[in-house]
């Protein structure tokens, strides 16, 4: 099931990523993908703010992975990665990232399709396009099967119909 919005800001596309943090569970994989500037590290923060984790989400580029932990025992860490230096997927295997991806803690990865086949089969999309102006962005998530209630219910918070905790 698909779920689609257009921010107008890089704060509204943080907002959605604190919106998507109250949806996810432990062991999510993000696959996001979009090009250079589109607005995924700004997401990841917005996630991270939802997710309430240690550290300043930013653009992992040159160490691929960050991981932040949570600030509240129990919680999940957030493995932030950025894949656009790996090769591909058996890059991806060879340095033992796969295993972080299928472990406990909320993964996003940037240039996730690079990496798509090492990744679980029920990673969420999360796509992110330019719009007809430069603050403009259209992301579009899809969730896989048996997660449809995660659109519906980001559908509900967007739209404001929803405020409250997790
Ligand atoms: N609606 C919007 N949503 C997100 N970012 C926006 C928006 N409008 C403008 N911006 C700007 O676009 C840029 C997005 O940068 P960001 O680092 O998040 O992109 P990225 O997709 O992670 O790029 P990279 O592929 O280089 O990692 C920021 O400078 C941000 O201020
Ligand atoms: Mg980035």
Redesign the pocket.
Known sequence: MTFTVV????E??RKLGSLLARVLRPGDVVLMT?H???????LAGGAAEGLRVKGHVS?P?FNILHIHEPLEKGKPALNHF?A?RLTGAADFIDHGFDEIAYQDGITLI?WGDRVRHALPGSAIELA?EFGET????VIRLTFPEGRESCAVRLRQMWDGKETGGR
Not at 36 to 42: D, F, P, Q, V
Not at 134 to 137: A, F, H, I, S, T
């Open positions: 921010t107008h800001s890089s509204e596309t979009g250079l500037g589109a607005g995924k590290t700004c653009s580029t950025d656009y940037e992110i430069d603050d403009e962005r």
